[in-house]
């Protein structure tokens, strides 16, 4: 639930930012003059849009990577014992039984309020965000492409709507 906060933060603010950029508002269409000065316009509301949905949810991000990847590298683990074990000659051994195996250690992160202790007293804040530039370079350019065609699409159709419109207009027949 708490992943769809990134949404909820950069839909509205992309909204706020492509009205004080462009001057378009919601609902509104684009005349022909707006056009050619707007991309620049939308490609930075975007790209604030999603800078600061992507910095004020990444705690968040780091939180699950670290406990999905816990996880995971303890199933690993519980694998590649079981496959040596069976290597080993170990075949009527039930799995963990009485192996020369050390025991495996204890979960560093038993959870989200105590993996956000953990990362905050061994890492500091600075640990919510490790990794933040990384995944900035990697989101910023994908959702700017995204939008900016949804935006280019969404004009074009606009455009089609109204020649189409302008073209029932002079042939005389009723418009819808």
């Known amino acids: 639930m708490l992943g769809l906060t990134h949404v909820a933060i950069q839909f509205p603010l992309?909204?706020?930012?492509?009205?004080?950029?462009?001057?378009?508002?919601?609902g509104m269409n684009e005349t022909e003059e707006d056009r050619s000065h707007h991309f620049?316009?939308?490609a930075l509301a975007v790209f604030l849009s999603k800078v600061c949905a992507s910095t004020a949810t990444?705690?968040?991000?780091v939180v699950r990577t670290r406990l999905q990847t816990q996880q995971r590298s303890i199933s690993d683990t519980t694998a590649s014992n079981v496959a040596s074990s069976r290597s080993n000659g170990d075949h009527g051994r039930p799995p963990g039984a009485a192996t020369s195996h050390k025991p495996t250690k204890s979960l560093p992160y038993r959870g989200t309020i105590q993996t956000c202790k953990t990362i905050l007293l061994e890492e500091g804040w600075r640990g919510f965000y490790?990794?933040?530039?990384?995944?900035?370079?990697?989101?910023?350019?994908?959702?700017m492409t995204t939008i900016l065609t949804?935006?280019?699409?969404?004009k074009s159709m606009n455009h089609l709507q109204r020649e189409g419109q302008d073209r029932l207009e002079l042939s005389g027949k009723p418009v819808a």
């Open 150 to 154: 949804f935006e280019y699409l969404k």
């Open 40 to 42: 620049y316009g939308l």
């Open 130 to 143: 490790a990794g933040l530039g990384t995944n900035l370079i990697r989101a910023v350019p994908s959702a």
């Open 58 to 61: 990444y705690p968040h991000e």
């Open 14 to 26: 992309y909204e706020v930012f492509k009205e004080k950029f462009t001057g378009i508002g919601v």
